[in-house]
């Protein structure tokens, strides 16, 4: 069955760096698109960046434009997020999903993947003090 995994999580000062895993078990990632979102307290999920099944497309919403970068390892069937630059408005849980259909990574800005992703991990929780 898919199961997605991340991992990185952590406590960082503004302008500090993470790298957020999503391990991906059960199904191939080249085969689906893929994301990472967030949802900050009180607010929804948000789409934080996607890359269609071959990689060939990214997407991120403007907000991490510039900062941060989704990247896939196919032998290690694991998604990436490398976050620089961070700032508190970044604090959030952020989770992976994954999606068979392969329009998805086109609808990051819906909110909480809409009918889009249909497989989500646990999260794993960033927070970045000022």
């Known amino acids: 069955r898919v199961q997605l995994m991340e991992s990185g999580g952590g406590s960082v000062q503004t302008g500090g760096s993470l790298k957020l895993a999503c391990k991906a078990s059960?199904?191939?990632?080249?085969?689906?698109?893929m994301a990472w979102y967030r949802r900050a307290p009180g607010k929804e999920r948000e789409g934080v960046a996607a890359?269609?099944?071959?990689?060939?497309?990214?997407y991120y919403a403007d907000s991490v434009k510039d900062r941060f970068t989704i990247s896939v390892d196919y032998a290690e069937n694991t998604l990436y997020l490398q976050m620089n630059t961070l700032k508190p408005e970044d604090t959030a849980m952020y989770y992976c999903?994954?999606?068979?259909?392969?329009?998805?990574?086109?609808?990051?800005?819906?909110?909480?993947?809409?009918?889009?992703?249909?497989?989500w991990g646990q999260g794993t929780e960033v927070t970045v003090s000022s």
């Open positions: 059960g199904f191939p990632i080249i085969s689906y698109s």
């Open positions: 999903a994954a999606s068979p259909n392969p329009a998805a990574a086109l609808h990051l800005a819906v909110p909480d993947g809409g009918p889009w992703f249909e497989y």
């Open positions: 890359m269609n099944s071959d990689s060939s497309r990214r």
